[in-house]
């Protein structure tokens, strides 16, 4: 149980494109899910917070508007990198928690998706 | 805001030696504490966590100890194999386990065979 699945697992394009990722819980309901960026070598850093039926919470730093996010259903987030550039290539990662079982249940990973923009 | 340090940055280990992986935090709010391996270009996996209102938890080969009063946590691995090799993460949650975590930089451990 517990499967997060995110697509597409790799994107190339070029730059000036909109690219579009989504993550979805496949055997629970996530009111919330989490959207990170891990660069190489280094560790998950937070970008925002998405939140289901509302607005997303973004981290300092992180632009909205570059980085859209859509949570229109208990198993879907979505984000839009708008207009991407080089600078955005990274990895990119959700997570999502089974929201009907109580605080204390751990949050679980997508697969990832590599984005390369040329 | 909550800030995780982890060390060390890279870590090698003979098979079969034991490992051991350290992690700070700031925030005394802070009651959850995960760990999470990671190999290449592949997903976090949990593989063991911790709460505030235990000291230690045991799982096999895997060993998380906790000290509240000095806001430090450890991640011991013992007997360790070539495919512990990974980059493990320590993360930081305050509230519940499906609230944001914050990550510590990361340990490359190396098991050599």
């Known amino acids: 149980g517990a499967v997060v699945s995110q697509h597409p697992s790799w994107v190339i394009c070029k730059s000036g494109t909109s690219v579009k990722i989504e993550c979805r819980s496949l055997d629970f309901q996530a009111t919330t899910m989490f959207w990170y960026r891990q660069f190489p070598k280094q560790s998950l850093m937070l970008m925002a917070t998405s939140n289901e039926g509302s607005k997303a919470t973004y981290e300092q730093g992180v632009e909205k508007d570059k980085f859209l996010i859509n949570h229109a259903s208990l198993t879907l987030s979505t984000l839009t990198v708008t207009s991407a550039h080089p600078e955005d290539s990274s990895f990119y990662i959700c997570?999502?928690?089974?929201?009907?079982?109580?605080?204390?249940?751990?949050?679980?990973f997508g697969d990832g998706t590599r984005l390369s923009i040329l | 805001g909550e800030n995780v340090e982890q060390h060390p940055s890279t870590l090698s280990v003979q098979e079969g030696d034991s490992a051991v992986i350290k992690c700070t935090y700031s925030?005394?709010?802070?009651?959850?504490f995960p760990w999470y391996k990671q190999e290449l270009g592949k997903r976090p996996q949990l593989i063991i966590d911790i709460r505030s209102n235990v000291g230690e938890k045991k799982d096999q080969r895997i060993a998380v100890t906790l000290n509240k009063t000095a806001k430090h946590f450890s991640l011991h691995i013992t007997e360790t194999q070539p495919e512990d090799s990974a980059v493990y993460f320590c993360a930081a949650s305050i509230g519940n386990a499906g609230n944001m975590l914050t990550f510590g930089g990361g340990t490359r451990l190396m098991v050599k065979p």
């Open positions: 997570s999502a928690r089974d929201s009907n079982r109580g605080g204390q249940q751990p949050q679980h």
């Open positions: 925030d005394s709010a802070s009651n959850y």
